[in-house]
């Protein structure tokens, strides 16, 4: 059934008018970013399908524009859009974090931090700087790929808390496989960044690994 063969009241633009966007599906939503199909698929369809293909957003989101358009029907007008789209979400994330205690309440950060980075197949280590009061000041990407020999940057690290003159941070990176569960390697960068912050008197208060899976933080674990 095409879109214009529905019922008026259940085109997904005619459910939003009349109850509200949260009352469509994911393709629903989908479908209204693409705006049309392809030949012999309405966009409903068309989204059902990619949705399908990628397992679902968290899929989608780990896409590149490449990849995104090498899926039928989405050509760069369309996979641009995704990818806009896909970036507002997340910027969304991490303004929820900012002007927060994120040590009291650790589960905006942890979303931002999973929705930015859980679902990339390279891993990410994020330095995130907070004032005295545990709010945001800012964060930076520090180091990709395997962070066996992170602690070798820890100069880096304390040098751009300096710079933002920061009294606490957290560090994050992201588990590609999907398993959150810190790795030796993890539990040795951890130790030896948590002295270092001692030293320097920014203590770090958390470690949190993320995947599209969950998310591990050492502080919970009573492990910082």
């Given at each position: 059934m095409t879109i214009k063969e529905l019922p008026q009241n259940l085109r997904p633009r005619e459910k939003i008018r009349n109850y509200g966007v949260a009352s469509l599906s994911d393709s629903e939503l989908l479908a209204i970013l693409l705006g049309s199909g392809?030949?012999?698929k309405s966009s409903v369809e068309m989204a059902n399908e990619l949705l399908r293909e990628t397992g679902g957003f968290?899929?989608?989101m780990r896409l590149s524009l490449t990849e995104i358009m090498?899926?039928?029907g989405i050509k760069l007008a369309k996979a641009t859009l995704l990818l806009a789209s896909m970036e507002i979400a997340r910027r969304l994330n991490y303004e929820t974090v900012l002007d927060k205690d994120v040590i009291s309440d650790p589960s905006s950060i942890v979303e931002w931090l999973r929705s930015a980075y859980g679902y990339l197949e390279q891993e990410i280590f994020v330095v995130i700087f907070l004032d005295v009061k545990n709010r945001v000041l800012g964060y930076e990407e520090l180091f990709r790929g395997s962070i066996d020999n992170v602690h070798?940057?820890?100069r880096e690290i304390f040098k751009k808390a300096f710079k933002f003159n920061a009294r606490k941070i957290i560090v994050s990176h992201n588990h590609p496989s999907g398993i959150c569960e810190p790795s030796?390697?993890?539990e040795k960068v951890t130790t030896e960044l948590e002295?270092?912050?001692s030293i320097m008197n920014?203590?770090?208060?958390?470690h949190v690994i993320v995947s599209n899976c969950g998310y591990y933080s050492f502080k919970e674990?009573?492990?910082l």
């Open positions: 392809y030949k012999g968290n899929g989608l090498k899926l039928k070798v940057e820890a030796r390697a993890d002295t270092a912050g920014i203590p770090l208060v958390d674990h009573g492990k």
